[in-house]
């Protein structure tokens, strides 16, 4: 018995720009999330604006353009 395999390989630039960019929004915030849980742990109580505005804002931001990229390209196929 023989299979066949697809030579065809999947670069990632058959994605919509808008999935990349929630894909690479949600990892931005998920390692604030992970730098402010460190910085925490080891001590330290005032941690910089910009870092839990990071981690609270661009996390879902990067969540629901995802979720927007998906709803998009199942209602165009």
């Known amino acids: 018995m023989t299979t066949s ?3 065809e ?3 990632g630039t058959d994605k919509p720009l808008l999935m990349r960019l929630g894909v ?8 604030a999330v992970l730098v402010v849980f460190v910085l925490f742990a080891a001590g330290m109580e005032n ?3 910009w870092l839990s505005i990071a ?9 629901g ?3 927007i ?5 199942h209602k165009g196929s």
């Open 55 to 63: 981690a609270g804002v661009i996390t879902p931001l990067g969540l």
């Open 47 to 49: 941690l910089p604006v």
């Open 69 to 73: 990229a998906l709803v998009r390209e």
């Open 65 to 67: 353009l995802g979720l």
């Open 24 to 31: 690479g929004l949600f990892s931005v915030g998920l390692l």
């Open 5 to 7: 395999a697809s030579n």
């Open 9 to 11: 390989q999947s670069t």
